[in-house]
């Protein structure tokens, strides 16, 4: 053991995708969510899993867990879905997961984007765990054009000021295109995606310089100085911090859900979940003028190629997808064994 | 002179913000376009000046001139608006610029806006050359919320590639809020604006690390040498990378206009605008659940200022239109001979 290097300290094993599915199922269940809401979650976390998203993945089940035992979250949440107008859906999510509540909402808000050609999810009341890309690349496997924002917790001092407000707020984007994958990003407005400053920490790695401040507002590269009362900072300076003041705009003010410094779960010990809105656009891209568009995304790509790129945003997710589907998802051994334990 | 700083080294003049669009207008309609595209492009020309975005300012009417002079550009162009679903509206620019044509739509765009709660306007077969803000502020006064990307020119290395494909691809957008002009924010995806680039070039300016190649692909701080055969670099790596992308997707696969890639002007020789799409969402806020949007907007700067942040996006062009309302638009006086000479 002692002449490995630290990120390969833990043993991984294999699981099979639908095993996987499976077995986080039981561990929402087990801890209180209704059968319907466990399925969209567990589909979700093994996908990301899957997908070797693992800041997202099964690292976030101890998270999901500790917030359902400690009643702050409602996990039998019956989302209701109010149809605004021709291209405006709205769901109060009733204080569940955010996903539950974009399934419920997504036969209506499909056919307005197709009707219409443009429509807008406003999710209030609800809270989000996970990571974005999910709530979008289904769209673009149908042939929409999906953007959603999401806000969290105070966590990213805005340029320019003292001290946090901001949550992480991703941005995530997909469209179609015509040979391979759609084209997918999931980025966190913040300079790093909070998940991987807990993973950072839990290495004892060091961050790359720029990604955080320490309790007394200094540049720290110590992921545990972040954690410990610091805080993150955007991405690319004013810029990143324009997007998310957008995303606390947009998901927040414009759902009616609450921005990323209103919620308190202080009364709640393990809540770990934001409870804030989600917005998500969806495109039908078939009303475009002119050349069909995923032929014309699929000339971007090309030229992106061309250009010396040699991976989209996505690709690597994809090829661990495919990887994972052929011969299991690669998991920690002991992290399984927790989950086989808090489903029984 | 000689103990000036460079910056200071022309002399600068005031006129009045109405003088300054009539003189503009008469530039362009001396230089071939029709009365009601001058009148539009003077407007937003002026509007810039009079901000302090001297970069979209008077600066750019060179620009222009050796454009409309080439034969690139349609000045008389008659935009073709196409209603084509409850929510979508497309525009075919006529190769004119992309201003007349928002303008051409606008009564329809928002009327659609207000009935379906979201509407999407894509522009194609259009040339901006613009700064983008305005293109936004106009609905955030109007109580809508606004998005809009435009692609360019290559000019901005893909983050991962060897060379240039991206154009500078601007985001903006605006939001109302109770107290105060709009929020607003217009970022170039480029790690700074091509005309910023030109600028620090005509002074001899350095520019900060970080900005752009020479012509070898590497790194230079020298804007002549961004400018001579090499190339930008997208604001905050991967992240503004695939940004860049989505407004290549949105801004021209989207609606049927160019790549930032797919034109060429060699054959126009003093053409200097790019020849691609627009894109613009309008979202109506009065469909939101629960308060007010424009309450909820001005409660989010009130806690940016609470976190110390002193200026918000679009403050300090805000502070600089009223003094300029006031005193007058402060021009560069060699430029002002130079229009007064172009009007005649």
């Not at 879905?81 to 999510?93: K, L, P």
């Not at 054009?145 to 995530?172: E, K, Q, W």
């Not at 993973?199 to 790359?208: M, S, T, V």
């Not at 540049?219 to 009362?229: H, S």
Request: contains cysteine; negative net charge.
């Amino acid at each position: 053991m002692s002449a490995q290097p630290p990120t390969d300290a833990t043993a991984s094993t294999t699981i099979g995708f639908t095993e996987l599915v499976a077995l986080l199922q039981q561990v929402f269940v087990r801890h209180g969510t209704s059968p319907e809401v466990a399925a969209i979650l567990a589909h979700n976390c093994a996908s990301a899993e899957r997908d070797g998203a693992h800041s997202h993945g099964v690292f976030r089940i101890p998270g999901y867990v500790s917030t359902l035992n400690s009643g702050w979250v409602n996990g039998s949440a019956l989302p209701v879905v109010e149809d605004v107008a021709s291209g405006f859906v709205r769901v109060d999510a009733d204080n569940g997961f955010a996903q539950p509540a974009l399934a419920a909402a997504r036969p209506l808000l499909v056919a307005k984007a197709r009707s219409a050609g443009i429509a807008l999810l406003a999710i209030r009341n609800s809270h989000h765990f996970a990571a974005l890309w999910p709530d979008v690349e289904p769209f673009a496997e149908e042939g929409l054009v999906a953007l959603s924002v999401v806000n969290s917790m105070t966590c990213v001092v805005p340029h320019g000021a003292d001290r946090p407000l901001f949550g992480t707020n991703p941005i995530a984007f997909a469209a179609p295109r015509a040979d391979g994958s759609p084209i997918v990003f999931d980025l966190a407005t913040s300079a790093i995606a909070h998940g991987d400053v807990q993973i950072a920490a839990r290495k004892g790695e060091r961050l790359p310089p720029g990604m955080g401040v320490d309790s007394l507002g200094q540049p720290t590269q110590d992921p545990k100085a972040i954690l410990e009362g610091g805080a993150l900072l955007p991405f690319g300076g004013h810029k990143g911090s324009a997007l998310s003041m957008m995303v606390e705009l947009l998901a927040a003010a414009l759902t009616g859900g609450n921005f990323s410094f209103e919620f308190n779960w202080a009364d709640h010990p393990g809540a770990r979940t934001p409870w804030t809105g989600q917005l998500l656009i969806l495109i039908d891209p078939s009303k475009t003028a002119g050349q069909n568009f995923a032929e014309r995304s699929q000339e971007l790509v090309r030229q992106m190629h061309a250009a010396g790129l040699r991976r989209l945003p996505g690709d690597r997710r994809h090829r661990t997808r495919a990887k994972s589907l052929e011969t299991g998802v690669e998991v920690d051994a002991h992290a399984l064994d927790q989950l086989r334990e808090w489903a029984h």
